[in-house]
C-alpha cells in the first residue's frame, strides 16, 4: 500500500527525509511551511507536493502519515494535534526536548491508536545490522567494556540560526542533537543503561548549551565512556568498539572491523571525517521507511518504534542531570526502561 504522506516542517533536516520518501515510493502530497526559502527548496525535492501553511490545512489532504521535522520544543504540540486527527507519525529524533514530553508522545500515540516511529535511522546501516547479528551469535564472547566517539566540527555559523543549541528549542547541545545517533545505535545493540555519570562544558560564548560532553555508563554488566564535541576541529568519524572476552567489534562511520587473532573487516563502509550530513544518510533514512512502513502493514512494531526511543532519551536526560549537578551519578528511570523493552 502506497503511504500518502505529509511533512511538517521543511528545516535541514528535511531533504533527507523527502529524498527517502520519494526513494521508497511514498506519495507526498505536502509540506508544511511558511519560509519561502524552504518551500523552494522542498518543492525540488517533492515537486508534486503542496506547500501548506498550517496543520489544519495538511489535515484537509487526508494523508495517513505525518512526518515531523519541527524544532524539538514543538514536537509534542504538533504530534498531539496530528495524532487527534487519526494520523500515523514519523517524528525526527528526539522525540521531544525532554524526556517528559517524549514520553507523553508515547502516552498521546497509544491513547489515539495510531501508530509512532522515531528516525534514529543509524539503526539500519549496514555495520550495525551485521554488529546486531554478530553480537548475538557470540562473536565476542561477553561484553565487558565499550568506548563510543562522536568528534565533530560545527562553525559558529552553524550555531546562528536562532534557537540552535539552545535547552528551551533543542533540549541541549550536541549530546542530543548530533550524538543521539550513536549513543542510540550503541544502546540499541548493548541493552539499557543503569546509571550515568556526565561533565560537560561549552567553549563558545553564544551557545547555551553544551558543544562537549563525557559520559560514563553503567549497564550492570558492562560499563561504558562516551565523548562528544562539535568543539573538535576539523571533526572525525563517529566510532563504537565493543570489547567482549573473546573478541572485539569497531564501528567506525559504516564500516565494522571484528578484531580477534587479526582483524577483519566485515563491512567496507564509508568513514566520513566530518561526520555524515543528513543527506549522506539517506539510504538509511530509506530502510527506516521501508521498515515503518511494511511493518506497519503487517501490523507489526518496527525496529524503530517511537517507544524504543525512550532508552536513549532517559539516558540523554539522566546525563544533561548528572552535568548539572557536579558529575553526581543519576539512575536511568527503571519504569521508562521497562516499558522500554516490553
Given at each position: ?11 535541514l ?8 520518501l520519494?526513494?521508497v515510493?511514498a506519495?507526498?502530497?505536502g509540506v ?10 522542498a ?19 487526508d ?9 524539538p ?6 504530534a498531539?494535534a ?20 517524549a514520553q ?15 528516525t534514529l535511522q ?21 561484553l565487558?567494556s565499550?568506548?563510543v ?15 540552535r543549541g539552545?535547552w528551551d ?10 550524538a ?5 545505535l550503541y ?6 543503561a543503569?546509571s550515568?555519570v556526565?561533565?560537560s562544558?561549552?567553549s ?6 553544551e558543544?562537549?560532553?563525557h ?10 565512556s562516551v565523548?562528544?564535541s ?17 573478541g ?12 580477534g ?6 563491512v ?9 550530513d543528513?543527506?549522506?544518510m ?14 506497519w ?22 546525563a544533561?542531570?548528572?552535568?548539572a549537578?557536579g ?16
Amino acid at each position: 500500500m502506497t503511504r500518502r504522506v505529509v511533512v511538517v516542517g521543511a528545516g535541514l533536516a528535511s531533504a533527507a527525509h523527502l529524498t527517502a520518501l520519494r526513494a521508497v515510493g511514498a506519495d507526498v502530497a505536502g509540506v508544511v511551511t511558511r519560509d519561502e526559502t524552504r518551500a523552494a527548496a522542498a518543492h525540488r525535492l517533492a515537486p508534486e507536493a503542496r506547500i501548506l501553511p498550517s496543520l489544519d490545512a495538511a489535515a484537509a489532504l487526508d494523508a495517513d502519515t505525518a512526518v515531523v521535522v519541527t524544532p524539538p520544543s514543538s514536537h509534542l504540540a504538533v504530534a498531539s494535534a496530528l495524532a487527534e486527527r487519526g494520523l500515523d507519525l514519523v517524528i525526527d529524533k528526539p522525540l521531544a526536548a525532554s524526556l517528559t514530553d517524549a514520553q507523553a508522545i508515547v502516552d498521546v500515540a497509544e491513547r489515539t491508536g495510531v501508530r509512532a516511529a522515531v528516525t534514529l535511522q543509524h539503526r539500519y546501516k549496514e555495520a550495525a545490522v551485521r554488529t546486531r547479528q554478530l553480537l548475538a551469535d557470540g562473536a565476542i564472547g561477553t561484553l565487558r567494556s565499550a568506548t563510543v566517539a562522536v568528534p565533530l566540527w560545527r562553525p559558529d555559523s552553524y550555531y546562528a540560526e536562532a534557537g540552535r543549541g539552545t535547552w528551551d528549542r533543542d533540549g541541549g547541545g550536541v549530546l542530543i542533537t548530533q550524538a543521539i545517533h550513536t549513543l542510540d545505535l550503541y544502546l540499541s545493540l548493548t541493552g539499557p543503561a543503569r546509571s550515568v555519570v556526565a561533565a560537560s562544558s561549552t567553549s563558545r560564548g553564544r551557545l547555551e548549551a553544551e558543544d562537549t560532553i563525557h559520559l560514563l555508563i553503567d549497564h550492570g554488566t558492562h560499563a561504558a565512556s562516551v565523548t562528544a564535541s562539535t568543539a573538535a576541529w576539523p571533526g572525525g568519524a563517529e566510532t563504537i568498539h565493543l570489547f567482549g572476552d573473546a573478541g572485539q567489534l569497531r564501528l567506525v562511520g559504516d564500516s565494522l572491523v571484528l578484531i580477534g587473532d587479526g582483524a577483519r573487516t566485515l563491512v567496507d563502509g564509508t568513514v566520513d571525517a566530518s561526520g555524515p550530513d543528513p543527506l549522506s544518510m539517506t539510504a538509511w533514512f530509506g530502510s527506516l521507511y521501508e521498515d515503518v512502513f511494511t511493518s506497519w502493514a503487517a501490523g507489526a512494531e518496527p525496529l524503530s518504534d517511537a517507544r524504543s526511543g525512550l532508552r536513549v532519551q532517559s539516558v540523554i536526560d539522566a546525563a544533561y542531570r548528572s552535568a548539572a549537578a557536579g558529575t553526581t551519578p543519576e539512575i536511568v528511570s527503571e519504569e521508562r526502561e521497562s516499558a522500554c523493552q516490553s
